[in-house]
């Protein structure tokens, strides 16, 4: 069974969020609130983490999986960025965004799309998220919830102990955080978008 931590949307508890924090560390598969919805989160460097969140999920490395970085300068030691780049992703993080960029040799081979050797990233714009990402000192591997046979995110943390507490290892609920998803950009070649979602793309001129 997983472990269910209930931590303060606005004021987590640090004792919590070290608690979670030492689960992914060790190798665990976590369910975590954001600002667009909840996520599976693991350690970077875990690949048999990585391969439950793909069971779980039930999708390949086509579907790009994201780094959950802290800060900035955490996503440029993991991707490639030039300085306008750069200057873009300043304005945009933290925030509901996720950006498809050339991964730098920072990031394990397992983790990047099999093509394009491409990886998302995002800053979230969270307080729980922010804090666990603090406590572990290293991005997460990480992709949106959703739940098997289901077309949106669920909100109801019940609903995901009910369906998912024997597959992952801790569940923080951190109360609603909507069924939005990310707005996702593809920085590799110019800006296009992916997929709208709950970023606002005005400021990328799109």
């Known amino acids: 069974m997983a472990l269910f931590l209930n931590i303060h949307p606005d004021n987590p508890q640090p004792r919590l969020i070290a608690q979670a924090a030492e689960i992914v560390r060790r190798g ?29 999920r039930q999708i390949d490395l086509k579907h790009h999986l994201t780094l959950m970085c802290g800060d900035l300068s955490q996503l440029g030691t993991y991707a490639r960025v030039d300085n306008s780049q750069f200057r873009l992703l300043k304005a945009a993080t933290p925030g509901s965004y996720t950006f498809i960029l050339q991964a730098s040799r920072e990031v394990p081979a397992r983790t990047l799309h099999p093509k394009r ?11 729980i998220a ?8 290293e991005p997460m591997l990480s992709c949106t919830l959703m739940l098997p046979h289901e077309s949106e995110p669920p909100t109801d943390i019940d609903e995901v102990r009910d369906a998912l507490d024997h597959a992952v290892d801790v569940i923080v609920d951190g109360g609603w955080c909507g069924t939005e998803p990310t707005t996702v950009l593809d920085m590799t070649d110019g800006i296009e978008l992916v997929r709208q979602g709950r970023g606002d793309v005005a400021m990328f001129g799109l």
């Open 28 to 56: 665990g598969v976590m369910v975590y609130p954001t600002d667009s919805c909840y996520a599976l989160g693991c350690a970077l460097g875990n690949k048999s983490a990585m391969d439950r969140i793909l069971a779980i």
């Open 130 to 137: 922010l804090a666990l990402l603090a406590e572990l000192g």
């Open 117 to 127: 050797k491409t990886i998302g990233l995002r800053v979230p714009d969270h307080a």
